[in-house]
């Protein structure tokens, strides 16, 4: 956990520079994979300052990476890629197992749990201009707060 929170202060020191976007990231963590597993979940609570968009993930761990949304259509569960995700200034969004999240494929090799991950996030602001996000993830079989979700990928 100290290890998160090194990687987000050093994210909020960047910021203040205006190098990235106004943006505190909270529980970020990456899903642990095992050989032949081609893709995984990353996970986090995201809080912006001003409106934004997440418009786009990439990692070095990863050929692909998207941010992603389940939800259930009729009695299906149904996950896709998103072009956006909507932040609203001051409401925090949750990328969780089940819901919002972000995918990670064609993964180089397995991500290994309590190892590290980078992500880099871009967020698009209302006059459209990009900025990005780098982050160290911590690598886990379940979320910080000790429980196994349900969903896996």
């Keep these: ?3 998160a929170f090194a990687a987000f202060a050093f994210g909020v020191a960047l910021a203040a520079q205006g190098q990235t976007p106004p943006v505190k990231i ?3 963590w990456a899903r642990a994979s095992v050989q032949g597993q081609s893709g995984t979940g990353a996970f986090m609570r995201i809080t912006a300052s001003e409106p934004l968009s997440l418009v786009g993930v990439s990692s070095p761990v990863a050929g692909v990476a998207e941010v992603h949304e389940m939800k259930m259509e009729g009695d299906v569960m149904k996950m896709r890629a998103l072009p956006a995700l909507a932040l609203a200034p001051g ?3 949750e ?3 089940g819901g919002y999240h972000l995918m990670l494929m064609s993964l180089k090799s397995p991500l ?3 190892s590290q991950v ?3 996030l871009t967020f698009r602001d209302a006059q459209g201009r990009q900025s990005a ?3 160290s993830v911590p690598v886990s079989v379940r979320a910080p707060d000790g429980k196994t979700p349900a969903h896996r990928h």
Excluded: F, Q
């Design 1 to 3: 956990m100290k290890r």
């Design 26 to 28: 909270e529980g970020a």
């Design 91 to 93: 409401k925090t969004v």
């Design 95 to 97: 990328l969780k197992p």
């Design 112 to 114: 290994k749990p309590d």
């Design 118 to 120: 980078p992500l880099t």
């Design 133 to 135: 996000l780098d982050l």
